[in-house]
């Protein structure tokens, strides 16, 4: 057993589910657990910006199975992203987070799009941390388009790198998928870069997820070994 076959945590993943039901917990509309929803992102975000080691956190914030929600619920999910790019911007310049959004944008509205290519450019040169919103996101999809851009380049056999390169992800291995609300599904996330993730599925509803919580998570999996199929 050396040290170093323990967990570098550089890439975490988090499947954000239960806020309806946190909202129907407490007596409110769902709309209103998707704003406690909100919040949570800025605190996880911000406390993975002051961890040592983690350079990239990605989230899971509308999936392409996400549409077949009702019409209302999905405009008000659309415009507190906007709201949300909109007001973290501070955010990310103060603790020097990069944004980036993952997913195929050209489904949402033109001012949406604008709002996260301009959030994407304005923190382009941050260094702390990587915040990745995986939005209108599907990891098969990913997979299909990045095949497919490899077939029109030329090429007519693909490697493994070759696929992982042209992903829409900077490329980036995933260390740790956390999925909230004790449901235990991947739900098509991000398929590829999780081959040899850890995985944590926790009861807790995503607006009652705190830094305090990822901490011990985090802590309890630096204790893990990771052998990639070795011994
Ligand atoms: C699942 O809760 C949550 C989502 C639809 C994705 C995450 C969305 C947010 C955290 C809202 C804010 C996002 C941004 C980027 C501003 P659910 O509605 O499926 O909960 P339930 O399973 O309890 O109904």
Excluded at 56 to 77: G, I, Q
Excluded at 137 to 154: C, D, F, K, P
Aim: aromatic residues 10%; glycine residues 6%; contains cysteine.
């Amino acid at each position: 057993m050396t040290l170093s076959n323990k967990i570098t945590i550089k890439h975490i993943a988090i499947i954000m589910d239960g806020n309806g039901r946190w909202a129907k917990e407490q007596g409110f509309k769902r709309t209103k657990g998707h704003e406690a929803g909100a919040e949570s992102i800025r605190d996880i975000t911000t406390y993975c910006a002051g961890h040592d080691t983690i350079e990239t956190a990605t989230f899971y914030a509308f999936s392409t199975e996400n549409w077949k929600r009702p019409k209302l619920e999905v405009e008000f999910l659309m415009k507190l992203l906007d709201t949300y790019l909109k007001k973290e911007l501070a955010t990310y310049q103060k603790h020097q987070i990069r944004f980036q959004a993952i997913g195929d944008m050209s489904a949402f509205s033109k001012s949406l799009q604008k709002r996260i290519q301009k959030t994407e450019a304005l923190t382009k040169d941050n260094t702390n941390l990587i915040q990745v919103l995986a939005l209108n996101y599907g990891g098969r999809a990913e997979i299909t388009m990045a095949v497919n851009s490899l077939i029109q380049s030329g090429k007519k056999e693909v490697s493994e790198d070759d696929i992982s390169h042209a992903l829409q992800t900077s490329y980036q291995d995933i260390d740790i998928l956390i999925r909230t609300s004790g449901e235990e599904r991947i739900s098509n996330f991000l398929l590829w870069q999780i081959s040899y993730a850890e995985f944590y599925f926790t009861p807790t509803l995503w607006p009652d997820f705190t830094a305090k919580e990822l901490d011990t998570i985090l802590h309890n999996f630096t204790q893990r070994h990771r052998r990639f199929g070795g011994l």
